[in-house]
Nanobody
Framework: QVHLVESGGGLVQAGGSLRLSCVAS????????MGWYRQAPGKQRELVAD???????HYADSVKGRFTISRDHAKNTVHLQMNSLKVEDTTVYYC????????????????WGQGTQVTVSS
């Protein structure tokens, strides 16, 4: 079994900062991509940022220059440092791991975290 545990959401004033963390646990040999998505009510889930095994990073245009994603491969952990937060960043943020592999060639697939609420007040 693979479990993703997110932490770091909360309430912050506009212009403030939050740091989200996600730890993947289980019998994991490797993870291809770790990233963060968000989904506002009534909207599709969208990519915020992700980082591949080669540390190749994607950011949504809306967060470039404000958010920074980082990954600790050894600890199967990904962080999202969110600075200069805006009211429109308010929503639930989800951690996702793509291409999770176990030992002896096991392929576990993709996993989502349970989501963490980020609320930015004006």
């Amino acid at each position: 079994q693979v479990h993703l545990v997110e932490s770091g959401g909360g309430l912050v004033q506009a212009g403030g900062s939050l740091r989200l963390s996600c730890v993947a646990s289980g019998s994991i040999f490797g993870i291809s991509v770790m990233g963060w998505y968000r989904q506002a009510p009534g909207k599709q889930r969208e990519l915020v940022a992700d980082v591949g095994r080669g540390d190749f990073i994607h950011y949504a245009d809306s967060v470039k220059g404000r958010f920074t994603i980082s990954r600790d491969h050894a600890k199967n952990t990904v962080h999202l440092q969110m600075n200069s937060l805006k009211v429109e960043d308010t929503t639930v943020y989800y951690c996702k791991c793509d291409g999770v592999r176990g030992y002896r060639g096991a392929n576990y697939g993709d996993f989502w975290g349970q989501g963490t609420q980020v609320t930015v007040s004006s």
